[in-house]
Every structure is written in C-alpha cells, then in structure tokens.
C-alpha cells in the first residue's frame, strides 16, 4: 500500500571496534580469531537479514510451472482476498512477531489490536536475495522477487504493445521502510503515541490505517507486491485512468495472464485498509488457469 513518497532505508550501523591491549602473542593471535568468527557467524546474517540485495547476474532465475489449463479463471473480490492469503510465497517467511512502530509500547500494542480488528495479517519477508528491477520512478524499493519481476516484465511489454502508459511506483519495501512511511501519516494526521496509548486517537489512527499499513502489516514486505500508476496518475486516481480499464477488463484478463490479481478488490471484506485499486498482487499463473 502506497500513500506518500518513500524515504530511504535505514541502514546498519557499522559495528564499532573497541580497541583492547593484551599481553603476550598468545593473548592477541586468539583475539584476531574471535574477532573473524564472529565476523562471518553474526555480521553477514545481520546483513542479509537487515535488506534483501540486489541478486547477482550468475544466480539462476526459475520460472514458475507453465499452467496446463488455456482458460482463466473467474474471480470474486472474496475469492481473489482468499487466494492471495492462503498463497505459499516462494522465497518468503512469515514474521511471528509485532515490529516496533512508536517506540511507545502501549501505544504499539493498540495499533496492533486495531490493525487486527480490521483484518490487517502480518505479512511474509524474503528470506534471500531478490532482484533490483531498475524503475526509473523507484528510489530504494526499486526491488521484486525472481517471479514477480518476471510477471511484471510481461505485464509492461503487454502495456506496451498496447500503448498503456502503466508504471511501477512502489514495490519491496522493509519493515524499517514501512514504518517511516507510518509514521509520516501519523504525523500527517495528528496523530500522537501518547494519545494512541490512552485511547484518545482511535478514529484518528483508524484513518491512518485507511491509506498506510503498519509496518509488518503491509504485503509490500513480501516482495510480490506493487503499486501502479498512469502516466503519473495513481492512489485513488488510478481507478479512473485508461491503465486501469486496460489492466481490470474482463475480471482482470490481462493481469492474471501475467501472475497478478488485486490485492485490495473492492467488494471484500476486512482487508484492513480502504479498497486499494493501485496495488496488485503476484500469485502465480498456474493459479489463475482452469
């Protein structure tokens, strides 16, 4: 979900080295070894786990089964809520704890209860390298699973050929990217933790969650996710563009050809925000066929 500009993501500190005197070869040869280990134990899962890279030229891309079925298949909005959630993400892990959001604990356990009472579900991370897309309207979300950069190839070229002017305005995003995006709208809105955490702000913080997912909540996480937009026009205007009539005609024919389905519809029920006409989902086509 999509509802201001990102900013960059946070990055890791550099480990600070705290200088020691030992006495003795024996005393210094075991510090370097200590030193090493722990380097290449901890440092490089904290950075693999901090931000998915970019994945190198040589790793193998793996295209998804090739559907056996030739038709669609027809779609409700509460059947494509139900086939987005109950999809297995290559390549992702679902998160099993609450981020921080405020750094006010009561205040995050609120938002927590209310993102939930909305049907807002923690989302999937990636859980190795995936693909820099090269969008030219991309900052540091310029990033998609193997899959879903293959969807949204086809998808473009499709665009393309039928001279649809659709772009990319948002796709992976951390959960430190998430949050700023948060809260920048709680700012935007007013919106204090002491308030949330006294139970002052629970309207305020519901239209918050109209438009931005907290971080951990949003399917951006997962790297299947992204945010279109015609010829600059996006968010709520996107429904009213030629991309949208182009990418929705006939239950979403042309999106699904390529993997995608809506991820926000307009007729289900507790999704957690407002219906989302600009965000899509990559499910894959073999689920799309008959």
Partial sequence: MRVVEPHQFSKLQKNRKKRRSFRGPISAVTLVVILAFGYLTFGQQLVHKSQPQPMLESEVVVPEPTPQGTELKMFTDEEFKNLYTAFAYPNTERLVNYPKITGNEAADEKIYE??????????????????????????????????????????????????????ITSAYRSIEFQRSVFLQEMRAQGVTAPGVADGYSDLAINRVMDKVAPPGFS????????????????????????????????????????GWIPSYPEEAEAQGPEPEPWEFIWVGRINLYE
């Fill in 219 to 258: 399917r951006h996480h997962n790297g299947y996710t992204i945010d279109l937009a015609c010829d600059g026009i996006g968010l709520y205007g996107f429904q009213n563009t030629s991309c949208y009539d182009w990418i929705s005609e006939n239950n979403f024919e042309i999106a699904k050809t390529h």
């Fill in 114 to 167: 209310i993102a939930i009472s909305r049907g807002y579900k923690l989302s999937a991370v990636p859980v190795s390298n995936i693909i820099k897309i090269d969008e030219p309207y991309l900052t540091d979300d310029d990033l998609l699973q193997q899959n879903a950069k293959i969807g949204w190839d086809g998808l473009q070229s499709a665009a393309q050929e039928a001279g649809i002017p659709i772009q």
